[in-house]
């Protein structure tokens, strides 16, 4: 499996931003993505994640009702918008796929089998 975030970037706070997580090298027809961000001196953290099959999603308590995450069949593409963006929401960024379509403890890093290489998202003015 190979993953391919892109779509970091400089912006302001209140602004918004979409990253976008290509995947490819596959076969699995039940499986997730997820979101997860690391920023300098801290513990990498969940996002948000999708199950691609029926589309059901999973939110951080601090980006829900700002961030969507998204996908596009087609493409094997997912995205995630962040809207509202504030300081503290700046770090790296990495997809992640868990190739166990109903995971419970999908918060958790150790439960993802492949990780992107990562996008960068700064928030400041």
């Known amino acids: 499996v190979q993953l391919q975030a892109s779509g970091g970037g400089l912006v302001q706070p209140g602004g918004s931003l979409r990253v976008s997580c290509a995947a490819s090298g596959f076969t699995f027809t039940s499986y997730a993505i997820g979101w997860f961000r690391q920023a300098p001196g801290k513990e990498r953290e969940f996002v948000a994640r999708?199950?691609?099959?029926?589309?059901?999603?999973y939110y951080a308590d601090s980006v829900k009702g700002r961030f969507t995450i998204s996908r596009a069949n087609a493409k094997n593409t997912v995205y995630l918008q962040m809207d509202s963006l504030k300081p503290e929401d700046t770090a790296v960024y990495y997809c992640a796929f868990d190739q166990a379509y109903g995971t419970i403890d999908y918060s958790l890093p150790r439960m993802y089998d492949s990780w992107g290489q990562g996008t960068l998202v700064t928030v400041s003015s």
């Open positions: 999708i199950r691609w099959r029926d589309g059901t999603t």
